[in-house]
């Protein structure tokens, strides 16, 4: 076969409507042809793979004789004229002693048009028969051209409409292969049911959810135990199961059962039923949409378990924690202790001087050793100097009273002065002295200033300890934004400094290097822990023989 005709096999394969019987259209333009052209006999062919064939017949032939007659067709096809016209068929030797020519109808004149495609492809012929010798007028020639386009033109249109129908069957077919994998292959089991409650499907993960075969699906709505109560583990009314529910119309959602395997493993499900029904609102059945729970409910158990036991361990941590928490404030307000006897005598040295001026002046008074307003005068300094008794004891006692924290944004240099202030007493009896440096800006911070104070106070009462007779501890606060915004408070001393094999055990709780009776071993391991309450740290570089250099820092 020529690659031109096997071209023109594919084109007419496109073609499929030309397969089907002979139809009115191509009829109607056959009676046009005859009619224009004043033939009795007007014929439509379509050339196929391996013969012609019919699509329309005018002029009341024979089924004997049309098969004949679709040699007309066949010689318009071959002419390769636009218009075929053989006045007399006699003169053609192929048609000469044609049946159709020797006999009835008796054929002497055959005018025609070949149909080509878009792409020229031959599909066939229009041809009209005559009994008498004639030719054809120009206005039959125009009128048998434009019929062979309509022809051709009601084939084209045929084939869009056959072919839309093949691609709208070919997408139903694959829709519905979808939903048959949809089906076949979701974790989800499905189950449907018609209105008599006959099992209709029963997919793969239904199947493995009851524990049954195919085989079986017929009696599942019958067995009690793949019908079970959660709470009874007893057998669910059949008139409460989701199927049942659902074919009396009504939809259920979310509902759960058991199911017993043949194993005796009890299976949790839970699913959706709702009734099916029809385009025209008439009942179909109804569907149930299963998903086995087992596996997660027992996962939630394994969960609800953990967190019971997390829940535990979180109490036990939390009263450990206040356990801490009590043992700590417990190892401050001892160190608070600690340093109010440090500052006993100096406090005491303190209060002296200002109970002798009140003794004396009381004396006098008492003794009407001055009057008027000599006595007034002395009144005034007793009341002065009972004022600053007051104010020693009242430092005294808010710095050694246990207290919760309770923090607030507040100047630096307040908390720090009070420092100073509450230490001169203890730094004058070894002529010592306290240097401030401070900013003179505020500096503040979210900081518990009698905590913070605490720390200070710990750590510059090591400070006078560790210096000589006469030295100088110098306490400098500042802003620095190295690693982060942050207040340095420096304190520094010129004294012994500390040894390298003692550095790291320094804020280890009752650690101490002086002799027993003079230290509890809580002032560094206290300051140390207030710090890092208020997020803090604290860094202590020391050198022997040259002194010692405490960094706070607190955060901004």
Request: aromatic share 4%.
């Amino acid at each position: 076969m020529s690659p031109a005709e096997s071209t023109r096999l594919q084109v007419l394969r496109r073609y499929a409507a030309l397969d089907n019987p002979t139809e009115q259209e191509f009829d109607d333009l056959a009676t046009l042809a005859s009619n224009l052209c004043q033939a009795p006999v007007a014929l439509v062919s379509r050339v196929e793979q391996d013969q012609q064939r019919l699509l329309a017949c005018i002029g009341g032939l024979t089924a004997e004789q049309r098969g004949p007659s679709l040699a007309f067709c066949e010689q318009t096809l071959l002419s390769g004229r636009e218009v075929f016209v053989l006045q007399d068929v006699r003169q053609e030797p192929f048609l000469a002693t044609h049946p159709l020519v020797l006999g009835e109808p008796y054929v002497r004149a055959c005018f025609g048009v070949p149909l080509f495609d878009a792409e020229g492809t031959a599909l066939g012929a229009l041809c009209v028969l005559m009994p008498e010798v004639r030719g054809a007028t120009p206005l039959q020639e125009q009128a048998l051209r434009t019929l062979g386009r309509q022809v051709v033109a009601q084939i084209e249109l045929r084939r869009r409409v056959a072919a839309a129908a093949r691609s709208s069957l070919e997408r139903d077919q694959e829709r519905q292969e979808m939903l048959d994998a949809l089906i076949q292959q979701t974790g989800d089991g499905v189950l449907v049911v018609d209105t008599q409650g006959r099992m209709q499907l029963l997919n793969p993960a239904a199947q493995e959810q009851f524990g049954v075969s195919e085989a079986d699906a017929s009696m599942l709505l019958m067995k009690p135990e793949a019908w079970l109560s959660l709470e009874t583990q007893k057998p669910i009314e059949r008139r409460h199961r989701p199927l049942e529910r659902a074919l009396r119309g009504e939809v259920v959602r979310g509902i759960g059962w058991g199911v017993r395997h043949a194993s005796g493993a009890l299976h949790v499900l839970t699913g959706t039923a709702s009734p099916l029904t029809r385009a025209d609102g008439s009942r179909w059945g109804a569907v149930l949409i299963t998903r086995d729970e087992t596996e997660r409910m027992r996962a939630d158990m394994e969960l609800r378990a953990l967190a019971a036991s997390l829940k535990e361990a979180n109490q036990k941590l939390e009263s450990e924690m206040a356990a801490r928490v009590a043992a700590l404030e417990q190892l401050r307000h001892a160190d608070r202790l600690s340093t109010v006897g440090k500052l006993g005598s100096g406090i005491a040295h303190e209060l002296g001087t200002p109970m002798a001026v009140i003794s004396g002046h009381a004396a006098m008074i008492a003794d009407a050793e001055v009057e008027g307003e000599a006595a007034r005068q002395s009144a005034r300094t007793i009341i002065l100097q009972a004022d600053r008794m007051a104010r020693i004891i009242r430092q005294l006692l808010d710095f050694s009273r246990r207290r919760q924290p309770q923090k607030s944004e507040v100047d630096l240099r307040a908390v720090l002065k009070q420092v100073t202030t509450l230490l001169a007493p203890l730094s004058g009896r070894r002529m010592q002295r306290i240097d401030f440096e401070e900013p003179s800006e505020p500096l503040r911070a979210q900081v518990d200033p009698a905590q913070l104070q605490q720390a200070l106070t710990n750590l510059v009462v090591n400070a006078l300890q560790a210096s000589p007779d006469k030295g100088t501890v110098t306490l400098k606060l500042s802003a620095t934004e190295t690693p982060k915004p942050c207040a340095l408070i420096e304190v520094i001393d010129r004294g012994s400094g500390i040894d390298p094999a003692n550095l790291q055990k320094i804020f280890e709780p009752f650690f101490t290097t002086k002799p027993v009776g003079e230290g509890t071993g809580l002032g560094l391991p206290v300051s140390m822990e207030i710090v890092r309450e208020h997020g803090g740290w604290l860094d202590v570089q020391s050198t022997p023989g040259q002194g010692t250099h405490f960094s706070l820092f607190l955060p901004l």
